[in-house]
């Protein structure tokens, strides 16, 4: 935990001396489109309504692939049944998390801009969505494979499974932390 | 009745001081609370939509909610006990802010919701399971997803509103 908080410090320092951000947030921060945002009543808890929605659909529709590989349900569908089931629910979740994080921090931009969880969290969303696209090629390309993997509940398939399922929780507790980062 | 003294010695607490004074106590705490009821929302959302003939329309209902239920109850819990913890460092804090007490009472309209559906119109799954829910399960799914939806925005507002109603 030591290591994260003083990483984020040094994250945080380097935000703040070596790049243009703060200066572009505080010009950001002018402009009408993040004043109307910002002075709209109850824009933002909207905004995070909506974006908390798409996060929990997304989260959920991962946790389902990750059950079914695991076996331990959906066990009456195929594995490409449960894909193209819940395959769609994140891509559609990305793009509405994608639209009302963006109009979020249009509307706060010194919170989001010079925040290194913020930041972080930017790098790993799009890791996590080149994984998604990579899983669905692979799952795609070796259905036989990976539906024989699920079935016998080999030991790869679960790995990689809890392994998607940890990034994107830890993309929700960087979400959740840019409120407690100092910046 | 003056409650104060009940909830400092709640804020008081081992436990609950914890949460408040330590640097990580209360976001960590609140992270588990976030993603428990993002799983609470998302598997009732799978069988609401189900429910609603929206999605899901090719599986059981009685599969679906095997698939979600046991996730849903399990996600409560640990919500229940992280969103306690969360309470107990503020707790009189919350006590005067209405949008608490408006999360709190949804939460118990869902909880009703959901035990008048299984008590009632679940008595006749038989007929419905593969097919097309009747009328009662529609409006059990949509009142759900419509709590839940309220649920989750009183609780982003609470996080606007905490300590102005001091």
């Given amino acids: 935990m030591q290591f994260?908080?003083?990483?984020?410090?040094?994250?945080?320092?380097?935000?703040?001396?070596?790049?243009?951000?703060p200066g572009f947030a505080l010009w950001l921060q002018k402009?009408?489109?993040?004043?109307?945002?910002?002075?709209?009543?109850?824009?933002?808890?909207?905004?995070?309504?909506?974006?908390?929605?798409?996060?929990?659909?997304?989260?959920?529709?991962?946790?389902?692939?990750?059950?079914?590989?695991?076996?331990?349900?959906?066990?009456?569908?195929?594995?490409?049944?449960?894909?193209?089931?819940?395959?769609?629910?994140?891509?559609w979740c990305l793009l509405v998390c994608f639209i009302t994080g963006w109009l979020l921090a249009l509307g706060e931009p010194p919170r989001d801009m010079t925040n290194p969880a913020f930041w972080t969290k930017m790098v790993f969303v799009p890791i996590a969505a080149l994984i998604t696209l990579g899983i669905q090629g692979t799952m795609t390309k070796n259905l036989v494979s990976w539906e024989a993997a699920a079935t016998h509940r080999g030991v790869v398939a679960q790995v990689l499974a809890v392994l998607f399922f940890l990034l994107w929780l830890t993309i929700m507790a960087l979400g959740r932390w840019i409120a407690y980062v100092n910046t | 009745m003056d409650l104060q003294p009940l909830w400092d010695k709640i804020e008081l607490s081992p436990i609950a001081d914890w949460v408040s004074s330590s640097p990580i106590g209360f976001p960590n705490v609140e992270v588990i609370h976030v993603i428990a009821i993002c799983i609470v929302f998302g598997t009732v959302t799978i069988m609401d939509l189900r429910l609603l003939g929206l999605a899901s329309g090719t599986d059981r209902v009685t599969s679906l909610s095997r698939d979600?239920?046991?996730?849903?109850?399990?996600?409560?819990?640990?919500?229940?006990?992280s969103g306690s913890l969360l309470w107990m460092s503020k707790a009189h804090v919350y006590m005067r802010d209405p949008w608490f007490y408006?999360?709190?009472?949804?939460?118990?309209?869902?909880?009703?919701?959901?035990?008048?559906?299984?008590?009632?119109?679940?008595?006749?799954?038989?007929?419905?399971?593969?097919?097309?829910?009747?009328?009662?399960?529609?409006?059990?799914?949509?009142?759900?997803?419509?709590?839940?939806?309220?649920?989750?925005?009183?609780?982003?507002?609470?996080?606007?509103?905490?300590?102005?109603?001091?």
């Fill in chain 1, 31 to 91: 402009q009408w489109y993040s004043d109307i945002i910002a002075k709209t009543h109850y824009a933002i808890p909207i905004l995070q309504t909506i974006h908390t929605l798409a996060v929990a659909m997304l989260i959920t529709a991962v946790l389902m692939i990750t059950l079914r590989v695991f076996m331990v349900a959906g066990k009456e569908r195929t594995l490409a049944q449960t894909l193209h089931r819940f395959l769609p629910w994140i891509w």
């Fill in chain 2, 68 to 81: 979600t239920l046991t996730w849903t109850w399990g996600a409560f819990l640990v919500a229940a006990i």
């Fill in chain 1, 4 to 21: 994260i908080a003083d990483m984020m410090l040094a994250l945080s320092h380097w935000i703040q001396s070596s790049t243009p951000l």
């Fill in chain 2, 102 to 166: 408006i999360k709190m009472s949804l939460i118990v309209v869902a909880g009703i919701n959901m035990a008048i559906f299984h008590a009632v119109t679940w008595k006749t799954i038989g007929h419905w399971d593969g097919g097309k829910p009747p009328r009662a399960a529609k409006i059990a799914g949509l009142s759900s997803l419509a709590l839940w939806i309220v649920v989750i925005f009183s609780a982003r507002v609470i996080g606007f509103t905490l300590g102005v109603y001091e």
